[in-house]
């Protein structure tokens, strides 16, 4: 690191990032700030994917691509039944399960419930 400063440098700022982001996930406020935002957000979306057929239109866009890490993540952490299911199409929660496995499989359908069409 002596030979490359900027590379310390850099190398610091995300290792204090990293220590802000723990600091935050002890504080229950900050936590309940970022549910709430995040529950705003996926509102947003299903209502703008009730109007369009992907988030800005009819074609995939940039911002469908920075949706899925979103999604991919909820459903990682196993909350997609909390977040993504709940701000579905309003399916029962067997029908959206069922379309999402298909959307996943390689023989995949295009009929898609709102958040399954991006994700």
Do not use: C
């Not at 309940?32 to 239109?57: F, M």
């Not at 959307?103 to 898609?112: A, K, V």
């Amino acid at each position: 690191m002596a030979e490359s400063p900027d590379l310390a440098s850099v190398y610091h700022l995300k290792l204090k990032d990293a220590y802000d982001i723990a600091d935050k996930l002890k504080d229950p406020d900050a936590l309940k700030e970022s549910e709430e935002q995040l529950v705003q957000l996926l509102g947003e979306v299903e209502l703008q994917l009730n109007e369009t057929y992907y988030l800005v239109g009819d074609e995939f866009s940039m911002e469908d691509v920075m949706l899925i890490p979103l999604l991919a993540l909820i459903e990682l952490l196993g909350l997609e039944v909390d977040y993504i299911l709940a701000y579905g199409t309003g399916l029962a929660h067997e029908e959206v399960e069922s379309e999402l496995s298909e959307i996943r499989s390689p023989q995949s359908t295009i009929h898609q419930p709102s958040f399954a069409r991006v994700w």
